[in-house]
């Protein structure tokens, strides 16, 4: 339960899942977690089991006895796993405690790595009743990649709070105060959410601001996600001259008023399922510029309510943001269009309330079978 977009997910089902009809429990496999007390403050019990979950550890198989215990201790009618390990044992503890529902979670194109992780994922979807995907490329892929399985599929697109991510939500002084935080004022800010990791393209944001700056020379990119820069991105920001115009702002627990801060929100990623940062950017009524990769040409209408670019094209990328930001009058019909997407499309509610539909067609499915 680290911040990240499938963790923000769970949070949102949390807050809005019917209490008179489910009452939610969280298992962590890991002891360690800054968005746990999040969980907690919800009010969802939260146990967690001192797991490694690398799948190699024999110190795991303690944790899911444990787990096992807690499934049938706790009367569990609905196991719901998200991410590779804990889709695992999720699945698997449950079989074993004899949970009448187990659905299975995918949420990103990650190819299952070595041959644990492949044995992993073959089990767990062996041993669920339904697997959820967060987009049709998402549903593509897991077919594609690790083959054929009984458990049928069902979409069910990511889900925003659109009233926190909302402007009317925020403080008016929420803009100049992040920006004086970063000691900014006019000067124009491209956003964005991710990690140093290479998949989410650091390099291609990077080159992209580079090739900006030439002829927008004050423009600044601010990255929420990340506190600290490794040496591989340090390096390619002095070799570009980056080094004054990057600001990190590390993990935060308040993106609707860093969002509120940005004029253009980016995504460079080379992969990605269902994002929900692009879908909190649109619903924040920021034009988004992102690559086109996994959910993202489903979320944005190109040219309507954002745009999208080929990865690693950070000339593409360039170029529509010198674009937005020299028509103040085009970003502000792109930032209307892209909160009405969301709201018709991406609300949380509508999400949890698809989720608790599978839920009650599942558990009526396994009551019609035994009787």
Known sequence: MITGGTQTH??????????????????????????LETARSLDVPVTTFGMRGTLR????LVGLSRLVAAFRRGRVEVAHGYLLRGNFYAAVGAR???????????RGLHEPSGRAERAAVAVSNRLSDTVTGNSPQVLEFTRTIEGS???????????????????????????????????????PVVGTAITFRPRKGFRMLFEAMAELRRTVPDAH???AGADEMP?????????????????????????????????????????EGMSNAILEAMAMELPVVVTAVGGAPEQVEEGRSGYLVDYPDH?????????????PGLRAQIADNARQRVVERYSARAMVGQIED??????????????
């Open 149 to 187: 399985f009984a458990a049928p599929m069902e979409m069910i697109p990511s889900g925003i709070d659109i009233d926190r991510f909302s402007r009317a939500s925020i403080a008016a002084d929420a803009r100049a105060r992040l920006r004086a935080e970063l000691g900014l004022r006019d000067e």
């Open 231 to 271: 040496e591989e991105p340090a390096a390619l920001a002095r070799q570009l001259g980056l080094e004054k115009a990057i600001h990190l702002l590390g993990r935060r627990s308040d993106m609707p008023q860093v969002l509120s801060g940005f004029d253009i929100f980016v995504l460079p990623s080379e992969s």
């Open 96 to 106: 074993l405690a004899g949970v009448p529902v187990v659905v299975t979670s995918k």
């Open 57 to 60: 550890d024999p110190r795991d």
């Open 221 to 223: 990119v601010v990255i």
């Open 358 to 371: 599978l839920y009650v067609r599942l558990l009526d499915g396994k009551r019609v079978n035994t009787e």
């Open 315 to 327: 000339r593409a990328m360039a170029q529509r943001l010198a674009m937005l930001l020299s028509s």
């Open 10 to 35: 769970l949070l949102q089902v949390f807050r809005f899942l019917d209490r008179t009809r489910f009452r939610p429990r969280l298992f962590a496999l890991r002891d360690q977690g800054d968005l």
